[in-house]
């Protein structure tokens, strides 16, 4: 396997934690005792969270890449 096949298995890893994460944190949300529109707004606040984290994230991860594409080890960190 190449550096590459390394950073994008990695990248898979994170993405499908996170994803596992995000299913895990709604379906927790939805089935709490909550009244139907407080959860629904609550959950649209967090996703807006998560959105906006994650593309700061990705900024960041092209930002390094761009910067110094022949680093694999600052990937992530």
């Given at each position: 396997?190449?550096?590459?096949?390394?950073?994008?298995?990695?990248?898979?890893?994170?993405?499908?934690v996170g994803?596992?994460?995000?299913?895990?944190?709604?379906?927790?949300?939805?089935?709490?005792p909550?009244?139907?529109?407080?959860?629904?707004e609550?959950?649209?606040?967090?996703?807006?969270?998560?959105?906006?984290?994650?593309?700061?994230?990705?900024?960041?991860?092209?930002?390094?890449?761009?910067?110094n594409?022949?680093?694999?080890?600052?990937?992530?960190?």
């Open positions: 396997m190449t550096k590459n096949d390394d950073t994008n298995a990695f990248l898979y890893l994170l993405a499908g994803l596992g994460a995000i299913i895990g944190a709604a379906a927790g949300l939805l089935l709490a909550k009244a139907g529109e407080e959860t629904r609550e959950l649209a606040e967090k996703m807006k969270e998560l959105k906006t984290k994650t593309e700061e994230w990705m900024a960041e991860q092209k930002a390094k890449r761009v910067a594409p022949g680093s694999v080890e600052e990937l992530g960190a």
